[in-house]
C-alpha cells in the first residue's frame, strides 16, 4: 500500500486535529519585561500580580514566562464598562 499526501493535505488533516482536541493555534510566550509592556505596567507591579496570585507565571528554567492569553484574560477580566 502506497500512501502518498501533499503537503496541503497533511495541513488541513493537522487543523482539523488541532481544532478537535482544542489545541491553541499559537502558543506565544513571553519574558517578564515583555508580559509588562504588554500590560502596560512596571516589571514590579507584574511580579505583585503574580505573587498575590492573579496572574500565573510559568518557570521552566527558573525564568518566569507568561503566556500571551493569559494577560489578555487578565485585562479582559477587569475591563470597566
Known amino acids: 500500500m502506497n500512501l502518498s499526501l501533499e503537503l496541503k493535505d497533511i495541513q ?3 487543523e482539523a486535529v488541532a481544532e478537535r482536541i482544542n489545541v491553541p493555534r499559537e502558543t506565544r510566550w513571553l519574558t ?5 509592556d504588554h500590560l502596560r505596567c512596571s516589571t514590579k507591579h507584574l511580579d505583585l500580580l503574580v505573587r498575590v496570585g492573579d496572574m500565573p507565571v510559568y518557570r521552566p528554567n527558573r525564568k518566569p514566562l507568561f503566556l ?3 494577560l489578555d484574560r487578565f485585562i479582559t477580566d477587569r475591563r470597566e464598562f
Open 12 to 14: 488541513q488533516i493537522a
Open 32 to 36: 517578564r519585561q515583555e508580559a509588562a
Open 68 to 70: 500571551v492569553e493569559d
